[in-house]
Each structure stands twice: as C-alpha cells, then as structure tokens.
C-alpha cells in the first residue's frame, strides 16, 4: 500500500521559518520526482517546488529564494524548507510522487497534507 505522509506543518509568525517532511512508503523512491504543492482556502492548487530523482530542483516564482526542497532517498523522505513566510503563505501542503520511469508505474501519488499557517 502506498502512502505518503506529511508532517512539520502549523502556526508561525510572518518572517518565521517551518520545515515540512514528507515519508514515502510502497513506493521505489528512487524512481519519482517529488513535488510539493499547495492550496489555499477558496483557491486552486498550487505546485511549489519540483525535485527530480538527481536532485535538481524548481520552484514557482511565488517562493524562489525563500523555499528549499530536498531529498533523502536512503530515508524515503522529502523535505521542504520554508523560509521568510508572508501570510500568503498560508495553505494546506501536499506531498506529491511522480514516476519518471513506466517500470514502476504511471501514476501520481498524493499525501494527506499538512496545514500551514502564517499569522501573527
């Protein structure tokens, strides 16, 4: 059974810092390209960071310079650094597997999501 599961998520004063985790499990690891991504209330669903299986890593305007994503594969884990947070940031995050490779499988996997919350 595959699940990906989110943690790190809550409530931080604008200009904080929050570190999200991601557990991946039932799933080659190695194998997927990883993404976060977010949405906000009364809002669509966003990608925010994208980490390929050699670690390159892209992000959406909205977060470039303020948001790190990265990965341990020996873990089965995905991280994302969130750094500077503005209100705006302020969304539920999703943890996201993407196959690169047909051998494991063509499709995407999501997690639960974790809130986040930026407020003074």
């Known amino acids: 059974q595959v699940q990906l599961v989110e943690s790190g998520g809550g409530l931080v004063q604008p200009g904080g810092s929050l570190r999200l985790s991601c557990s991946a499990s039932?799933?080659?690891?190695?194998?997927?390209?990883m993404n976060w991504f977010r949405q906000a209330p009364g809002k669509q669903r966003e990608w925010v960071a994208h980490?390929?299986?050699?670690?390159?890593?892209n992000y959406a305007d909205s977060v470039k310079g303020r948001f790190t994503i990265s990965r341990d594969n020996a873990k089965n884990m995905v991280y994302l650094q969130m750094d500077s947070l503005k209100p705006e940031d302020t969304a539920v995050y999703y943890c996201?597997?993407?196959?690169?490779?047909?051998?494991?499988?063509?499709?995407?996997?999501w997690g639960q999501g974790t809130q986040v919350t930026v407020s003074s």
């Open positions: 996201n597997a993407r196959p690169t490779t047909s051998f494991v499988g063509t499709r995407d996997y």
């Open positions: 039932g799933i080659r690891f190695s194998f997927y390209a």
């Open positions: 980490i390929t299986t050699g670690n390159s890593t």
